[in-house]
């Protein structure tokens, strides 16, 4: 069921956070309406938006009126409880579609599917019991990660593991959740590429972008990466392969690591990215608008970049700096 979406059609958005904010205000560029449906009052996205729903994401009263109310619905987060897109897929259709959040909100599952169309993850065991993370270990080895399989984003939900670490306490600590034990990658660059399908198939990616992390949570993405040209198209190439086995619409950020000339898929998001926020100055059309009109049946923009571009997180006390940056001419403040 595609969306016949004129002028003033509405656009419902999942999540009011950042994402969603940036979202909105790039639907509102092209002619559409937004509604915010997000638990918090007074969130981000809900300053920009023409509508906001404050309500939980099991009130299906609160569910129903937001789909009827809209035309075509998106997300800025992928872990949306199930019973929510049930009620709201029997009224309008959502983008990405169910297999691209079912895949990305269970880590085993993300890694099995990245397997199985040929791409290459760091090894990984599934583990339930703290007797399966100790043969977990046997198989990987004692440097590793163990991450919860669900819900854990920015260094939360994971603990990095050695020859010295209290299987028995850290394993407590994930309070019974499934996890997932990766081995750990020595990785030369962390690199990711922002992708985009449109309902007819066409891909668009943006240049590769390198990351680099401060305490799990992204500092900084420098565009270009300083890569080489075949790690750059590979990137692009994986990308690609991954938006059509979704048979995706929309923006998906594609996490990767660089490993002696060969790349790794570390992790998919289905949404716009926050290693992706470069595009807003770096190119004639963002990655927002990109996931606007591929969910809306436009046609994709042009994501060629025209700068090089130094893109900086704001965390914390950094915001006490904003004055600096404002008067910094060669600087732009989202």
Not at 144 to 163: C, E, H, P, V, W
Request: aromatic share 6%; glycine share 8%.
């Amino acid at each position: 069921m595609k969306p016949d979406l004129s002028k003033n059609k509405t656009i419902g958005i999942l999540g009011g956070g950042q994402l969603g904010r940036m979202l909105s205000s790039s639907a509102s560029k092209l002619g559409f309406k937004s509604h915010i449906y997000d638990p918090q009052k007074g969130c981000p996205a809900s300053q920009v938006s023409d509508l906001t729903t404050v309500a939980s994401y099991e009130d299906i009263k609160a569910l129903t009126n937001f789909a009827k109310s809209v035309d075509v619905v998106t997300y800025e987060f992928e872990n949306i409880p199930t019973q929510a897109l049930d009620v709201i897929e029997n009224y309008v259709s959502i983008y990405p579609n169910r297999k691209a959040l079912l895949t990305s909100q269970d880590r085993l599952t993300e890694k099995q599917f990245l397997n199985n169309i040929g791409l290459n993850t760091a090894p990984f065991v599934n583990v339930e019991t703290d007797a399966e993370l100790k043969n977990a270990i046997n198989k990987i080895g004692s440097d590793s990660i163990l991450k919860t399989r669900r819900f854990g984003y920015d260094g939360k939900g994971q603990a990095r593991l050695n020859s010295k670490t209290n299987l028995v306490d850290i394993f407590l600590s994930f309070q019974g959740q499934p996890c997932i034990l990766e081995g750990l990658i020595n990785f030369d660059q962390e690199i990711s590429v922002i992708g985009a399908r449109d309902q007819h198939g066409s891909i668009s990616c943006y240049d590769p972008g390198e990351n680099i992390h401060q305490n799990g949570i992204l500092r900084t993405t420098i565009v270009p990466a300083r890569i080489n040209k075949k790690i750059a198209t590979d990137a692009i190439i994986i990308t690609g392969k991954i938006l059509n086995a979704l048979d995706y619409i929309g923006t998906i950020g594609v996490e990767l690591f660089v490993k002696d000339n060969k790349l790794i898929v570390n992790e998919i998001a289905p949404r716009v990215h926050n290693s992706g926020h470069w595009t807003q100055n770096g190119c004639v059309i963002d990655q927002f608008e990109q996931h606007v009109r591929a969910i809306t049946g436009l046609p994709l923009g042009d994501g060629n970049r025209h700068s090089n571009v130094k893109m900086t997180n704001l965390l914390g006390d950094d915001i006490l700096n904003l004055e600096q940056l404002l008067n910094a001419r060669n600087s732009a403040v989202h």
